[in-house]
């Protein structure tokens, strides 16, 4: 089946720096989309890109859909401690189709 | 938008038991999925849950281990049977409210199979 990486698998940084991180596929998806998971809940969707080159933003989080359709990155500027948890990255390749996850980039924010 | 609950939250089991979690979402939903976290690792799709008809399970799951209803638009049940230590997990909820919409989760029920 297919499979995304996502790297980092985890990042530690100071409050106010800059994040980014990216996956990559095997294939090509139509569709990718960002989520974060914080401790004890279940993934909340950020930003959902549905277009080849695509540059979304929501607040202070940005994603890109990679030209290829292979990849795509999320970046977070000025980062703050409730930015902690863990991003994951998925795919999907048709509307009716299930998503694939990526493993996750688990984000610690110190202040 | 639409609210997923999901109980029990967490448990602890004795291995050989079964567990079944229940997923209730404040809205009719289309489409409703179960997925496995294991510890530190990514969302695995367990199996798409049918209105009325027999789950749609992935590669390496199985009917008679993770038994699924969903009896109407709102609701699903996964159940884990004859638990193993393995079946430790995250086990989450996820659901579509229509096609042009995209997943959203409940809160998942935290397994430990001793």
Redesign the interface.
């Known amino acids: 089946g297919q499979q995304l990486n996502q790297s980092p698998q985890s990042m530690f940084i100071q409050e106010g720096e800059d994040v980014s991180m990216n996956c990559t596929s095997s294939s090509i998806f139509n569709t990718w989309l960002w989520y974060k998971q914080d401790p004890g809940e279940g993934p909340v969707l950020l930003i959902a890109l549905y277009k080849a080159g695509e540059l979304t933003s929501n607040g202070r989080l940005t994603a890109q859909f990679g030209i290829t359709r292979k990849d795509s990155f999320l970046n977070i500027s000025a980062s703050i401690p409730s930015d902690v948890g863990i991003y994951f990255c998925a795919g999907r390749n048709s509307g009716y189709s299930t998503l694939t996850f990526g493993k996750g980039t688990m984000l610690l924010v110190s202040p | 938008s639409a609210v997923?609950s999901q109980k029990p939250s967490r448990d602890i089991c004795q291995r050989g038991t079964s567990l079944t979690i229940q997923c209730q979402v404040d809205s009719q939903v289309t489409m409703m999925?179960w997925y496995r976290q294991q510890p530190g690792?990514?969302?695995?799709?367990i199996a798409?849950a049918n209105q009325g008809s027999e789950a749609t399970y992935?590669?390496g799951f199985v009917i008679d281990k993770f038994p699924i209803s969903r009896p109407n638009l709102t609701f699903s049940t996964l159940t884990v049977s004859n638990m193993s230590p393995e079946d430790s997990s995250i086990y989450?909820c996820?659901a579509i409210s229509d096609?042009?919409t995209?997943?959203?989760?409940?809160?998942?029920t935290?397994l430990t199979v001793v």
Do not use: M
Request: glycine residues 10%; without cysteine.
């Open positions: 997923i999925f690792q990514s969302l695995t799709l798409t992935e590669s989450l996820s096609l042009n995209e997943a959203f989760f409940g809160q998942g935290r």
